[in-house]
Protein backbone atom coordinates (compact mmCIF):
# COMPACT_ATOMS: atom_id res chain seq x y z
CA UNK A 1 0.00 0.00 0.00
CA UNK A 2 1.61 3.52 -1.05
CA UNK A 3 1.86 5.81 1.40
CA UNK A 4 -0.97 8.06 -0.10
CA UNK A 5 -3.47 5.06 0.28
CA UNK A 6 -2.45 4.23 3.55
CA UNK A 7 -2.64 7.90 4.93
CA UNK A 8 -6.60 7.26 2.89
CA UNK A 9 -6.90 4.08 4.80
CA UNK A 10 -6.10 6.00 8.38
CA UNK A 11 -8.70 8.27 7.58
CA UNK A 12 -11.48 6.25 6.82
CA UNK A 13 -10.49 4.44 10.15
CA UNK A 14 -10.84 8.07 12.09
CA UNK A 15 -14.26 8.79 10.80
CA UNK A 16 -14.75 5.53 12.01
CA UNK A 17 -14.17 6.79 15.44
CA UNK A 18 -14.84 10.25 15.01
CA UNK A 19 -18.05 10.75 13.35
CA UNK A 20 -19.88 11.64 16.94
CA UNK A 21 -22.29 10.12 19.34
CA UNK A 22 -24.32 8.41 16.77
CA UNK A 23 -22.71 7.55 14.10
CA UNK A 24 -19.53 6.50 15.01
CA UNK A 25 -18.54 3.37 16.80
CA UNK A 26 -14.97 1.58 18.06
CA UNK A 27 -11.99 -0.30 15.89
CA UNK A 28 -12.45 -4.19 15.55
CA UNK A 29 -9.48 -5.83 16.58
CA UNK A 30 -8.62 -6.38 13.40
CA UNK A 31 -9.12 -2.14 12.18
CA UNK A 32 -6.78 -1.67 15.30
CA UNK A 33 -4.12 -3.83 14.19
CA UNK A 34 -4.50 -2.02 10.61
CA UNK A 35 -4.23 1.23 12.32
CA UNK A 36 -1.09 0.72 14.23
CA UNK A 37 0.96 -1.14 11.43
CA UNK A 38 0.30 2.10 9.25
CA UNK A 39 1.69 4.09 12.14
CA UNK A 40 4.31 1.95 13.19
CA UNK A 41 5.30 1.85 9.32
CA UNK A 42 5.89 4.99 8.97
CA UNK A 43 3.21 5.44 6.67
CA UNK A 44 0.26 7.39 8.98
CA UNK A 45 0.61 11.51 8.86
CA UNK A 46 1.84 13.31 12.08
CA UNK A 47 -1.79 15.01 12.43
CA UNK A 48 -3.55 11.82 11.92
CA UNK A 49 -1.32 9.80 14.45
CA UNK A 50 -2.41 12.95 17.51
CA UNK A 51 -5.44 13.09 16.15
CA UNK A 52 -6.58 9.00 16.97
CA UNK A 53 -4.25 8.91 20.36
CA UNK A 54 -6.56 11.89 21.44
CA UNK A 55 -10.01 10.81 20.05
CA UNK A 56 -9.68 7.39 21.64
CA UNK A 57 -8.09 9.12 24.96
CA UNK A 58 -11.29 10.97 24.71
CA UNK A 59 -14.02 8.03 23.73
CA UNK A 60 -12.46 5.09 25.77
CA UNK A 61 -10.34 2.60 24.34
CA UNK A 62 -11.70 -1.07 24.86
CA UNK A 63 -10.41 -4.60 25.08
CA UNK A 64 -10.63 -5.01 20.87
CA UNK A 65 -8.32 -2.10 20.50
CA UNK A 66 -5.73 -2.84 22.70
CA UNK A 67 -5.13 -6.32 21.56
CA UNK A 68 -5.33 -4.74 17.94
CA UNK A 69 -2.77 -2.51 18.80
CA UNK A 70 -0.52 -4.72 20.76
CA UNK A 71 -0.59 -7.53 17.70
CA UNK A 72 0.52 -4.65 15.16
CA UNK A 73 3.20 -3.75 17.55
CA UNK A 74 4.46 -7.66 18.58
CA UNK A 75 5.27 -8.06 14.74
CA UNK A 76 7.25 -5.30 14.58
CA UNK A 77 9.56 -5.76 17.63
CA UNK A 78 13.21 -5.24 17.18
CA UNK A 79 14.40 -8.49 19.50
CA UNK A 80 13.68 -12.41 19.01
CA UNK A 81 13.23 -13.27 22.54
CA UNK A 82 11.95 -16.91 21.67
CA UNK A 83 13.34 -19.88 23.43
CA UNK A 84 14.48 -17.93 26.39
CA UNK A 85 12.69 -19.77 28.84
CA UNK A 86 10.82 -16.28 30.25
CA UNK A 87 7.98 -17.53 32.64
CA UNK A 88 7.24 -14.34 33.64
CA UNK A 89 6.37 -11.00 31.90
CA UNK A 90 6.42 -7.67 34.00
CA UNK A 91 5.60 -4.70 32.32
CA UNK A 92 6.68 -1.56 33.89
CA UNK A 93 5.22 1.52 32.34
CA UNK A 94 4.13 4.11 34.58
CA UNK A 95 6.82 6.64 33.87
CA UNK A 96 6.20 9.70 37.00
CA UNK A 97 6.82 7.30 40.09
CA UNK A 98 6.52 9.22 42.78
CA UNK A 99 7.05 6.65 45.31
CA UNK A 100 9.53 3.92 45.12
CA UNK A 101 9.52 0.59 42.61
CA UNK A 102 9.97 -1.41 45.54
CA UNK A 103 8.22 -4.26 43.08
CA UNK A 104 11.67 -4.35 41.87
CA UNK A 105 12.34 -6.48 44.89
CA UNK A 106 9.38 -8.77 44.31
CA UNK A 107 10.35 -9.86 41.31
CA UNK A 108 14.03 -10.50 42.42
CA UNK A 109 12.53 -12.47 45.51
CA UNK A 110 10.29 -14.46 43.04
CA UNK A 111 13.32 -14.70 40.38
CA UNK A 112 15.62 -16.26 42.96
CA UNK A 113 13.05 -18.87 43.09
CA UNK A 114 13.73 -20.39 39.89
CA UNK A 115 11.02 -17.86 37.86
CA UNK A 116 12.88 -16.39 35.06
CA UNK A 117 11.09 -12.61 34.56
CA UNK A 118 11.51 -9.97 32.00
CA UNK A 119 11.00 -6.74 32.68
CA UNK A 120 10.24 -3.99 30.17
CA UNK A 121 9.78 -0.31 30.38
CA UNK A 122 10.55 3.48 29.86
CA UNK A 123 13.10 5.75 31.05
CA UNK A 124 10.74 7.13 33.33
CA UNK A 125 10.57 11.06 35.34
CA UNK A 126 13.66 11.41 37.17
CA UNK A 127 14.54 14.40 39.59
CA UNK A 128 13.25 15.90 42.93
CA UNK A 129 9.93 14.53 43.62
CA UNK A 130 10.56 11.56 41.59
CA UNK A 131 11.40 7.62 41.95
CA UNK A 132 11.96 6.06 38.48
CA UNK A 133 12.72 2.25 37.72
CA UNK A 134 15.93 2.46 36.16
CA UNK A 135 18.55 4.13 38.73
CA UNK A 136 16.62 2.03 41.40
CA UNK A 137 17.60 -0.80 38.82
CA UNK A 138 21.37 0.70 38.81
CA UNK A 139 21.62 0.57 42.76
CA UNK A 140 20.37 -3.45 42.62
CA UNK A 141 23.26 -4.19 39.96
CA UNK A 142 20.80 -4.39 36.58
CA UNK A 143 21.72 -2.50 34.06
CA UNK A 144 19.09 -2.51 30.57
CA UNK A 145 19.65 -5.39 28.71
CA UNK A 146 21.20 -4.42 24.81
CA UNK A 147 20.10 -7.29 22.83
CA UNK A 148 18.94 -11.03 23.07
CA UNK A 149 22.04 -11.93 24.46
CA UNK A 150 22.35 -9.79 27.14
CA UNK A 151 18.71 -10.97 28.30
CA UNK A 152 20.10 -14.49 27.67
CA UNK A 153 23.33 -13.83 30.24
CA UNK A 154 21.23 -11.77 33.15
CA UNK A 155 18.38 -14.73 33.03
CA UNK A 156 20.61 -17.03 33.65
CA UNK A 157 22.55 -15.55 36.08
CA UNK A 158 20.22 -14.07 38.13
CA UNK A 159 16.79 -15.07 36.68
CA UNK A 160 15.86 -11.55 35.82
CA UNK A 161 16.12 -9.14 32.95
CA UNK A 162 15.27 -5.60 31.81
CA UNK A 163 15.04 -4.43 28.53
CA UNK A 164 14.01 -0.79 27.50
CA UNK A 165 11.36 0.20 25.07
CA UNK A 166 13.54 1.77 23.31
CA UNK A 167 15.45 -1.28 22.37
CA UNK A 168 12.65 -3.62 22.04
CA UNK A 169 10.82 -1.37 19.80
CA UNK A 170 11.78 2.36 19.08
CA UNK A 171 8.94 3.34 17.47
CA UNK A 172 6.54 2.47 20.50
CA UNK A 173 8.76 4.05 22.20
CA UNK A 174 8.39 7.37 20.14
CA UNK A 175 4.68 7.26 20.27
CA UNK A 176 5.12 7.60 24.30
CA UNK A 177 7.15 10.41 23.51
CA UNK A 178 4.12 12.42 22.08
CA UNK A 179 2.91 12.72 25.47
CA UNK A 180 4.56 15.98 26.39
CA UNK A 181 2.74 18.08 22.63
CA UNK A 182 -0.68 16.18 23.38
CA UNK A 183 -0.51 16.67 26.97
CA UNK A 184 -2.23 13.35 28.37
CA UNK A 185 -1.68 9.67 28.36
CA UNK A 186 -2.84 8.16 25.07
CA UNK A 187 -4.16 4.39 24.42
CA UNK A 188 -0.09 3.77 23.73
CA UNK A 189 0.06 3.96 27.68
CA UNK A 190 -2.08 1.40 27.84
CA UNK A 191 -1.63 -1.57 25.21
CA UNK A 192 2.43 -1.58 25.76
CA UNK A 193 1.49 -3.08 28.82
CA UNK A 194 0.07 -5.92 26.93
CA UNK A 195 3.45 -6.68 24.60
CA UNK A 196 4.46 -9.50 26.56
CA UNK A 197 7.58 -9.59 24.44
CA UNK A 198 8.82 -13.29 24.97
CA UNK A 199 5.39 -14.65 25.17
CA UNK A 200 5.85 -15.52 28.68
CA UNK A 201 2.94 -17.97 29.32
CA UNK A 202 2.54 -15.67 32.53
CA UNK A 203 2.22 -11.64 32.87
CA UNK A 204 1.98 -9.43 36.26
CA UNK A 205 0.21 -5.91 34.96
CA UNK A 206 -0.48 -2.41 36.86
CA UNK A 207 -2.81 -0.34 36.13
CA UNK A 208 -3.73 2.92 38.12
CA UNK A 209 -7.16 3.47 37.51
CA UNK A 210 -9.35 0.40 38.65
CA UNK A 211 -11.57 0.25 35.29
CA UNK A 212 -8.29 -0.48 33.30
CA UNK A 213 -7.91 -3.77 35.94
CA UNK A 214 -11.04 -5.47 33.67
CA UNK A 215 -10.28 -3.91 30.63
CA UNK A 216 -6.95 -5.01 30.28
CA UNK A 217 -7.29 -8.29 31.50
CA UNK A 218 -10.12 -8.62 28.61
CA UNK A 219 -7.70 -7.49 26.19
CA UNK A 220 -5.17 -10.35 27.40
CA UNK A 221 -7.88 -12.89 26.71
CA UNK A 222 -7.98 -11.88 23.06
CA UNK A 223 -4.69 -11.97 23.08
CA UNK A 224 -4.37 -15.45 23.98
CA UNK A 225 -2.49 -15.38 27.35
CA UNK A 226 -2.86 -18.05 29.43
CA UNK A 227 -2.31 -16.47 32.72
CA UNK A 228 -2.33 -13.01 33.90
CA UNK A 229 -3.32 -11.03 37.10
CA UNK A 230 -4.38 -7.19 36.45
CA UNK A 231 -5.03 -5.06 39.89
CA UNK A 232 -4.48 -1.62 40.37
CA UNK A 233 -0.82 -1.06 42.19
CA UNK A 234 1.52 1.72 43.24
CA UNK A 235 1.57 4.88 40.47
CA UNK A 236 0.32 1.87 37.90
CA UNK A 237 2.83 -0.37 38.31
CA UNK A 238 2.83 -3.88 39.71
CA UNK A 239 3.10 -3.06 43.14
CA UNK A 240 0.46 -4.09 46.25
CA UNK A 241 -0.31 -1.11 48.48
CA UNK A 242 -0.19 -3.26 51.92
CA UNK A 243 -2.44 -0.85 53.41
CA UNK A 244 -6.06 -2.26 51.56
CA UNK A 245 -7.13 -4.90 49.97
CA UNK A 246 -6.25 -5.42 46.47
CA UNK A 247 -8.42 -6.39 43.54
CA UNK A 248 -7.19 -8.54 40.91
CA UNK A 249 -8.61 -9.82 37.58
CA UNK A 250 -7.21 -12.92 37.42
CA UNK A 251 -6.53 -14.09 33.46
CA UNK A 252 -6.84 -18.46 33.50
CA UNK A 253 -6.88 -19.61 30.01
CA UNK A 254 -10.67 -18.72 29.04
CA UNK A 255 -11.76 -17.22 31.90
CA UNK A 256 -11.21 -14.48 34.26
CA UNK A 257 -11.81 -14.48 37.97
CA UNK A 258 -11.97 -11.95 40.42
CA UNK A 259 -9.76 -12.40 43.64
CA UNK A 260 -9.69 -10.34 46.64
CA UNK A 261 -6.46 -9.97 48.53
CA UNK A 262 -6.50 -9.13 52.10
CA UNK A 263 -4.52 -5.36 53.73
CA UNK A 264 -1.13 -6.81 54.79
CA UNK A 265 -0.94 -3.69 57.35
CA UNK A 266 -3.89 -1.97 59.53
CA UNK A 267 -3.91 1.46 57.61
CA UNK A 268 -2.08 3.26 60.23
CA UNK A 269 0.70 4.32 61.82
CA UNK A 270 2.57 3.12 58.37
CA UNK A 271 4.51 5.69 55.93
CA UNK A 272 3.66 4.76 52.92
CA UNK A 273 3.62 7.04 49.92
CA UNK A 274 5.73 9.96 51.98
CA UNK A 275 9.38 8.23 51.57
CA UNK A 276 12.92 8.78 51.26
CA UNK A 277 13.01 8.58 46.67
CA UNK A 278 16.71 8.10 47.25
CA UNK A 279 17.65 4.67 44.88
CA UNK A 280 19.38 3.13 46.98
CA UNK A 281 16.84 2.39 49.77
CA UNK A 282 15.97 -0.63 47.73
CA UNK A 283 19.43 -1.93 48.12
CA UNK A 284 19.33 -1.20 51.73
CA UNK A 285 16.04 -3.18 52.30
CA UNK A 286 17.20 -5.64 50.39
CA UNK A 287 20.02 -6.53 53.02
CA UNK A 288 18.68 -5.80 55.97
CA UNK A 289 19.90 -2.27 56.32
CA UNK A 290 16.75 -0.63 57.12
CA UNK A 291 13.73 -1.81 58.54
CA UNK A 292 10.54 -0.72 57.41
CA UNK A 293 7.17 -2.33 57.67
CA UNK A 294 5.31 -0.94 54.46
CA UNK A 295 7.38 -1.53 51.92
CA UNK A 296 8.69 -4.99 53.28
CA UNK A 297 4.83 -5.72 53.03
CA UNK A 298 4.53 -4.47 49.82
CA UNK A 299 7.53 -6.48 48.25
CA UNK A 300 5.85 -10.01 49.82
CA UNK A 301 2.55 -8.97 48.87
CA UNK A 302 3.17 -8.42 45.48
CA UNK A 303 6.05 -11.36 45.25
CA UNK A 304 2.60 -13.46 46.48
CA UNK A 305 0.51 -12.59 43.50
CA UNK A 306 3.41 -13.42 41.13
CA UNK A 307 4.14 -16.78 43.33
CA UNK A 308 -0.10 -18.05 42.78
CA UNK A 309 0.38 -16.62 39.31
CA UNK A 310 2.98 -18.84 38.00
CA UNK A 311 1.54 -21.69 40.03
CA UNK A 312 4.00 -21.72 43.05
CA UNK A 313 1.11 -21.44 45.30
CA UNK A 314 -2.78 -22.90 45.36
CA UNK A 315 -4.13 -19.88 47.19
CA UNK A 316 -3.37 -16.68 48.32
CA UNK A 317 -2.60 -17.69 51.72
CA UNK A 318 -0.76 -20.20 50.38
CA UNK A 319 1.48 -18.04 48.27
CA UNK A 320 1.65 -15.05 51.02
CA UNK A 321 3.23 -17.91 53.66
CA UNK A 322 5.80 -18.46 50.56
CA UNK A 323 6.57 -14.92 49.64
CA UNK A 324 7.50 -14.27 53.39
CA UNK A 325 9.54 -17.56 53.89
CA UNK A 326 11.34 -16.48 50.40
CA UNK A 327 12.12 -13.01 52.47
CA UNK A 328 12.86 -14.44 55.60
CA UNK A 329 15.83 -16.57 53.66
CA UNK A 330 16.62 -14.32 51.02
CA UNK A 331 20.00 -13.61 51.45
CA UNK A 332 20.78 -17.31 51.22
CA UNK A 333 18.86 -17.72 48.20
CA UNK A 334 21.30 -14.90 46.69
CA UNK A 335 24.06 -16.53 47.50
CA UNK A 336 22.92 -20.09 46.15
CA UNK A 337 22.13 -18.72 42.74
CA UNK A 338 25.19 -20.17 40.05
Known amino acids: MG ?13 VVGRGPTLSRSLTQAEAAEAMATILDGRADRIQIGALLLLLRYR ?34 ADRHRQQPWFLL ?3 LVAQHGIRILIHGVEGATGPGYASTRPALAALGITPASG ?26 ALLALRPLLGVRTVVNSFVRALNPAAAPAQMQGVFHPPYRTLQAAAAQLLGQPQAAVFKGGGGEAQRNPLKPCAVARVSGPDIIEQSWPALLPDTDHRWRDEDLAPGRLAALWQGEIDDPAPTAAVIGTAAIALQLTDHAK ?19 QSARP
Not at 3 to 15: K, N
Request: hydrophobic share 50%; glycine share 8%.
Open 60 to 93: GETAEELAGFAMAARARLRLDLSGLGIDLDWPSY
Open 106 to 108: AAR
Open 315 to 333: TPAEAQALAERLWRHRMAG
Open 148 to 173: RDAVAADLDRQGLAYLGLETLCPDVD
Open 3 to 15: QVAAADRLAELLR
